[in-house]
């Protein structure tokens, strides 16, 4: 009897460790398949940012748009001002050329693969799909502003260099959405002084190129917050 006993002991043991078995490799499975699903959803942001990328760089060519420089890099896409053609010395308020050509510029953005996806069924389609499985479509305009390491005369408005830095965001960002009418949210603003510096600023040449406004566009999928007691 007892030794029935062990054996249908060691088939249910077997049996369960059977059931446990599958159960890993079915976890296994759908997190392999679920990562899977994710590479794909990068892979196809990265080439919507690098579509509107060129589709922005083609328009600052043909529209002439000589005080901004695009490129493509690991932030997404930089666009870069100039502020020795676009602020006055000492100011932060765009020049009438600038402001021209960020007009110019919040017109392209619009109609780049980030921002006009509405119009395009299949971007739709991957967007809704994305977002009924819980991961909502998230672009950043990022205006960040840079200036030399010239000291700001303490008694001026303008008090630093970190001031006057987040300033001339500010007014790009506020002129960005003006022209664009894209939605606020998608706009942001940061102040970095002298402290990342494109070039030495021991002469003239290398401080004007860190004396600039820098557009940061990227875009992603991000997890939809819960709701409480969900």
């Known amino acids: 009897m007892s030794l029935i006993m062990a054996r249908a002991k060691s088939a249910w043991l077997l049996a369960f460790a059977d059931v446990v ?9 759908t997190i392999a398949l679920h990562k899977g699903e994710i590479s794909k959803l990068q892979r196809w942001v990265e ?19 000589d005080s901004i420089e695009a490129k493509r890099s690991v932030r997404g896409i930089v666009l870069t001002l100039r502020s020795d053609e676009a602020f006055e010395s000492a100011s932060y308020i765009p020049t009438q050329k ?10 392209v953005l619009t ?11 299949d971007m ?21 502003g840079h200036t030399d390491n010239d000291r700001v005369d303490p008694l001026s408005p303008l008090r630093n260099n970190f001031f006057l ?14 022209y664009s009418a894209l939605p606020v949210t998608v706009f942001s603003v940061s102040g970095y ?38």
């Open 47 to 65: 080439q919507q940012i690098t579509e509107s990328y060129l589709q922005i760089e083609s328009n600052i060519q043909q529209q002439q748009l």
């Open 165 to 178: 830095s987040t300033l001339r965001a500010q007014n790009v960002m506020q002129l960005l959405h003006q």
């Open 193 to 230: 002084g002298p402290w990342q510096p494109l070039a030495s600023n021991a002469n003239a040449i290398g401080k004007a190129k860190n004396r600039r406004v820098e557009i940061v566009i990227n875009a992603s999928f991000q997890q939809l917050a819960k709701a409480d007691g969900s």
């Open 124 to 144: 739709r389609h991957i967007i809704d799909s994305a977002k009924a499985d819980g991961m909502h479509w998230w672009v950043d305009i990022n205006a960040e």
């Open 98 to 107: 600038a402001q021209q050509q960020l007009k110019s510029l919040a017109e």
């Open 111 to 121: 109609q780049t693969p980030l921002f006009a996806w509405h119009d395009n069924s």
């Open 21 to 29: 078995t599958l159960l890993i490799t079915f976890f296994i499975m």
